[in-house]
């Protein structure tokens, strides 16, 4: 996950990092998210917008927002969805990463219909 989101952010400009639960950590799952929080702390610039999804993703922003970085919290991929139709614009590059068994599919078909 890290590696990725890195990559992301370095390759566009008024980046949306939507991250989501890793699945079938083990018992040091929360640390394990934690950790992607603290290293994506040091290593993006401020003008990235983290969103996160889950309970576990929820550790990863806590150490974001800790850092000064802007962190919205979701329990659910319908609200994740309904902010990203009502705060992002055209000049945003959303980027989604997640386990599998979060369904993030189902963010993008709700934008694509642009509505929830």
């Not at 962190?71 to 705060?87: G, P, R, T």
């Amino acid at each position: 996950m890290k590696a990725s989101v890195k990559t992301f952010i370095e390759l566009y400009e008024n980046p949306v990092v939507v991250l989501g639960n890793m699945g079938e950590l083990g018992e040091n799952e929360a640390e394990y998210h934690r950790e992607v929080g603290r290293f994506l702390a040091k290593t993006s610039p401020k003008n990235v917008k983290f969103l996160t999804v889950g309970e576990l993703a929820h550790e990863i922003g806590k150490e974001l927002a800790i850092a000064g970085f802007n962190v919205e919290y979701f329990w659910s991929n319908s609200e994740a969805s309904c902010y990203i139709l009502d705060n992002m614009d055209i000049g945003n590059t959303i980027f989604l990463k997640a386990s599998r068994s979060m369904k993030f599919e189902e963010i993008i078909e709700n934008l694509k219909r642009g509505n929830i």
